[in-house]
């Protein structure tokens, strides 16, 4: 059976209430993690991925003190994140968006891609740059990935996936008439019902069930 992930943070939260801590001690990871990561990355080269590294987002700690949540974070280097079974507590938000009648806008990923190639996924996401607070990434992926600003943003959830990548989850709300954009990362997409158990069969059980972990909606069986 599979883990289920782990609640490190439950909102909502407004975008204000959210405070970003950085340390200028960056994680130095065991050799044998700093070995895995430089094979994650040769691995993507020779499938002609892009093999960029730099340096991203790692939680050291959370905080939730009188409504506020506090994040403590550190630079790591981002190719941690691609080691199997261990991504270093490395750190992605994802922006999931909605439009005004409350659809859910889901992406095709290009089969290039680091991760998820090939698969649909929901709204926005991607690594929190060093110095970045996670909700200014929410709403940064969501302008470079679709070409457009929310309306609302709400800040809901922080997770812990059992290989230990943290993900800072958020909903942006679209305002009526806005159009999306797809940058080159997505080869199609399309607006998904408001209701889960109206999706179509691309949206396999991982999307599923984030909307009943975030409680917005309950998905009928099918």
Known sequence: MRSAPAILA??????????ARWSDEPYAPPPNRAAAADAAIAGLRERGSPSHDGLAARLVGVE??????????QPVRWAL???????????ASMCLTRDSEGRWLAGRRAPWL???????????????DVGENPVHTLTRELREEWSVTPERL?????????HDLVM?????????????EPDHEHDA????????ADW?????EDLRAIPRLLGETEARPR
């Open 200 to 204: 179509p069969q691309e949206a396999h």
């Open 81 to 91: 994140r691609l080691v199997e079974g261990d991504a270093s507590c490395s750190v």
């Open 64 to 73: 939730e003190t009188d409504g506020r949540l506090v994040l403590d974070l």
């Open 168 to 180: 800072f989850v958020g909903t942006a709300w679209l305002p009526p008439g806005a159009e999306v």
């Open 114 to 128: 680091s991760s998820w190639a090939g698969r649909w996924a929901l709204g926005a996401g991607g690594a929190v």
């Open 10 to 19: 439950r909102g909502p939260w407004a975008p204000d209430q959210v405070q």
């Open 154 to 162: 709400r800040v809901d959830v922080l997770l812990r996936l059992p």
């Open 189 to 196: 997409y399309a607006w998904w019902p408001a209701d889960v």
